[in-house]
DNA sequence: GCTATTTGTAGCGCGGTCGAACAAATTAGG
DNA sequence: CCTAATTTGTTCGACCGCGCTACAAATAGC
């Protein structure tokens, strides 16, 4: 306890943080231009050049000997995210189980899709995704010439303790306690980072998608239930335990209906998918074939759900207008169907509802990133950490 | 837009971030030891003795010759948060202005009240702010050998835009778009920043009160209405505007009563003081005395009210522990009369409408700090404004 | 008084960044 | 096609915050 490291300050000792920021705006540019770098961060041009080099001698960026070329004066060199570095994102479902491998350029590189006839269990759950990723490394290994796998995002469909790895329920996967992180990492060379579904979905609209470059986004994902994501200040609420921004449960009504954890008059037991389906005679079909049911086949029944639902949706996005002024609004799942049924009802409900001053400058956007958001929310969970440390990556490769 | 400083990344090149980390360490601690500070920085004997002599060059801090010595070894330095180093609260209300001079430390060192038998309008109360500063430091003059005042914190009840000093709009004063910043400091000698009240009340238990050394906190204030303050991961919750953690306008229910910006089911709409008031037959009384009456005059009438209203706070509350997971909630002005009235039966509520992980290691608080919480809160926006740039302070004195 | 312990102090070195001077690569214009 | 203007890359020297080491100082325990 003698040489034990601060915690409680935010800064100590800088090792450079300007090469995690000069690597930071290069993942996020995808492509960028030295001079770009130097205008965007304050730097000189010398430690902008050293800043990449070092960056570029650790294999994370590439350099290349010309940028644009529209302007007076010596191109400037343009500086890409590699595209040999990897991240694995694993996605367990109820009845699939799915890894892609994506670059630290966004690109997905490559996938792989295990269908589960019915449930499995946590511990069979890790033995697939063991040999999932093993089998996806051993194709990469044959088309590609070189790469580097730096660690796996397990995206969970529940409540996630990240800092430990733990699983605490997925009441879908009947997953309870679970500490996947330490499971998985004892089996494959590579970290292991998890996190809550709907928080990483956020996180990819943020980066990738409806929200990109926002720093206030609220984010509702609707599927069997209903999964929230919240980033405040650039930086993701994460709360006390790390259990922040359950959306689905927040109490709107005092109507006696109780949804899945058993709360009544929540978003989630108000807003709920199979109702839809029911109402529209379906069953268990795609968010795509919803969509257009709910759209094209317009009963007075359907009609009068779909707005029921959309008043209770608009009423909670006020609550959250209310509680956060967010600058972005973003629906994903059936959600942005239901937004799609009646926008302007919905913003008339909602206008109702929220303060005005709130109301200011907000936006309200379906989710644009199918179905690679998940995996490039669980990449990115990846390359955050690689940002923030880019020499603990150091002596990985594959 | 050429030598343009850089604003989307967190740091550029730092001039001394550590500068600011012992500084406000210093604050907080009000008193400390250089040793003290080595281990909580990290930071070296040698860096440490350097940044304290700066910052006492600068008069922030003192030095005092013997701190604690009840271990072996050459006793530590004491380092002091200086008593000289002044900010000035100003708290307009509807019946009266108060003034007060708090220092670095943490003290109250003078104040100044002026009742008002009327509303005044925004203009008069500049003119009046003005006057009872002035006087003030006339006063502080006359006793005070020598004293610099930093900057004044100004708090409003009602919603405002921090970063360009405006009042959007604070309906008990009757006050709309009143850009108070700009006005006030072009007549005093001084920075002003303004602030929530409630978000000041909830900093100021965050610094010194009931929520003390607790990142994750959630707030509320009931007077004539419920305001609220969420501070996460440390940092206050601002939203994109500025007028984040409005929590009393959050709909919990769905009848029909509204609050005082017209929205239905509200907290604020089914938690109000003058119901409590009526109930039990007082008008216009204190905080202690309204207190007093509800846990001691308990009669079925002010039972229900009060159960209804307990539950409507406990379901609120709820809410946000879903969103938030806080680690601390605190219930200040009558709510905490509230909470006092029958905590069992609150957190029976709570339990039943928040998520099991959630609630883990939550603690639910009454406001610790009385009438001087929110001249505390207004007085730390301006020293977290020094704290973050010491050097922007260094030519102010008086 | 002596020792062990802890802290203050002073000097040196390292690393990250800036700034200036010069070279290189492009566009614009004749 | 050549020149001027412009913008960027490159190199080198300097500064500064910070760590590290050695030594002095101040305490408790014996």
Redesign the interface.
């Known amino acids: 306890m003698s040489k034990?490291?601060?915690d409680?300050?935010?800064?100590?000792?800088?090792s450079s943080?300007?090469l995690s920021?000069v690597l930071?705006?290069i993942h996020e540019y995808r492509t960028i231009t030295r001079s770009e770098l130097c205008?965007?961060?304050?730097?000189t041009r010398s430690t902008v050049a050293k800043l990449v080099s070092t960056l570029s001698d650790m294999g994370f960026v590439t350099e290349s000997r010309s940028g644009q070329i529209d302007r007076v004066g010596r191109p400037s060199h343009g500086v890409e995210a590699a595209d040999d570095v990897l991240a694995i994102s694993v996605h367990p479902e109820v009845d699939y189980l799915e890894v892609k491998a994506v670059a630290f350029n966004g690109q997905i590189v490559h996938s792989r899709k295990k269908l589960y006839p019915q449930p499995i269990g946590p511990d069979q759950a890790v033995d697939d995704m063991v040999e999932a990723i093993e089998g996806l490394l051993q194709d990469l290994k044959k088309h590609s010439l070189k790469f580097r796998v730096l660690g796996a995002g397990v995206i969970v469909p529940g409540?996630t303790d990240a800092a430990t790895g733990v699983v605490?329920?997925a009441p879908h996967l009947q997953w309870y306690e679970f500490p996947i992180k330490q499971k998985l990492s004892a089996r494959l060379p590579m970290r292991v980072l998890i996190g809550n579904d709907a928080s990483l979905g956020c996180k990819a609209e943020i980066t990738y998608g409806a929200a990109k470059g926002s720093s206030?986004v609220v984010y509702l994902h609707g599927s069997s239930g209903i999964g929230g994501g919240?980033y405040?200040?650039g930086?993701e609420?994460?709360?006390?335990?790390?259990?922040?921004?359950?959306?689905g449960?927040?109490?709107?009504?005092?109507?006696a209906s109780d949804d899945y954890?058993g709360?009544p008059?929540t978003l989630e037991a108000l807003v709920r998918r199979e109702d839809l389906e029911k109402v529209l005679g379906l069953s268990q079909v795609s968010d795509d074939v919803l969509e257009t049911e709910l759209l094209e086949n317009r009963t007075s029944a359907s009609t009068n759900l779909a707005k029921k639902q959309l008043e209770a949706l608009a009423?909670a996005v006020?609550?959250?207008v209310?509680?956060?002024?967010?600058?972005t609004v973003v629906l994903a799942g059936f959600l942005s169907s239901l937004y799609r049924f009646d926008q302007k009802y919905f913003h008339m409900v909602l206008k109702?509802?929220?303060?005005p001053?709130?109301l200011?400058?907000?936006q309200v956007f379906v989710g644009e990133l199918g179905s690679n958001a998940l995996a490039i929310g669980a990449s990115e969970m990846v390359f955050e950490d690689l940002i923030a440390e880019p020499t603990k990556y150091l002596k990985l490769g594959a």
Not at 8 to 14: I, W
Not at 39 to 43: D, E, W, Y
């Open positions: 034990n490291r601060v409680t300050p935010e800064l100590r000792t800088s943080a300007n920021v930071g705006l205008q965007l961060t304050g730097l409540q605490r329920q206030e919240v405040m200040g930086k609420l994460k709360g006390f335990g790390g259990y922040a921004s359950e959306l449960h927040v109490r709107i009504s005092s109507v954890s709360i008059g009423v006020a609550n959250f209310n509680i956060f002024n967010p600058e109702k509802h929220a303060l001053a709130l200011e400058g907000l």
